[in-house]
């Protein structure tokens, strides 16, 4: 992926159809954490790798240090964006603050394999299955423009349930009214 917003965009999809066992806010951390290795190759080498964090062990120990202990510092994150959106024009962004267990974990395991198969299909350094295989059977399954086409319109469909959900929230308080 030309790095994490792709990434974003196709976790809002999970978010849509699955708003309360599903944290976006530690999806997006784990998929962060995860392509800091990449970052950290492009300043010491000039070169984009995936590496380690682009295992499936790799990403899996990324996704348990995250669902065990991000979750607080996530929590900070969603009160900010609260407040920073805390006026009536904005309100339809308001977001729950408690993260539970569970949809920490979902969001981490579900950040951190996403991030694999989207990286994967486009990367051809990507290794995901190492040490079992030092192939990449994922590589250009799709094409990349494609694979870019997918994330967009996974965003495009969030958004559209994002909406609708919205409205049909202010319809039932409008009739309680």
């Known amino acids: 992926m ?20 599903f ?6 951390l784990t998929n962060i954490i995860i392509d800091t290795e990449v970052l950290y190759y492009i300043y010491t080498t000039g070169i984009p790798a995936h590496k380690f964090f682009h295992t499936i062990l790799g990403a899996s120990l990324i996704a348990i ?3 065990l202990f991000c979750r607080s510092f996530c929590e900070i994150g969603l009160k900010l964006w609260n407040i920073i959106l805390y006026t009536k024009k904005f309100s339809l962004f308001k977001v729950e603050v408690k993260i539970t267990t569970f949809s920490a974990w979902c969001g981490a395991f579900v950040g951190a394999y996403s991030q694999l198969l989207l990286d994967s299909v486009m990367h051809r350094d990507m290794m995901p299955f190492f040490p079992i295989s030092n192939l990449n059977q994922l590589h250009s399954v799709i094409s990349t423009n ?30 309680k009214s």
């Open 65 to 67: 240090f995250v669902a």
């Open 2 to 21: 030309p790095f994490t917003p792709f990434h974003l965009m196709a976790g809002t999809s999970v978010k849509s159809f699955f708003p309360k066992y």
């Open 23 to 28: 944290s976006f806010s530690i999806f997006t």
């Open 146 to 175: 494609n694979l870019h086409y997918l994330c967009l319109g996974l965003f495009y469909m969030a958004f559209t349930i994002l909406v609708l959900r919205s409205y049909i929230k202010i319809n039932k308080n409008y009739k």
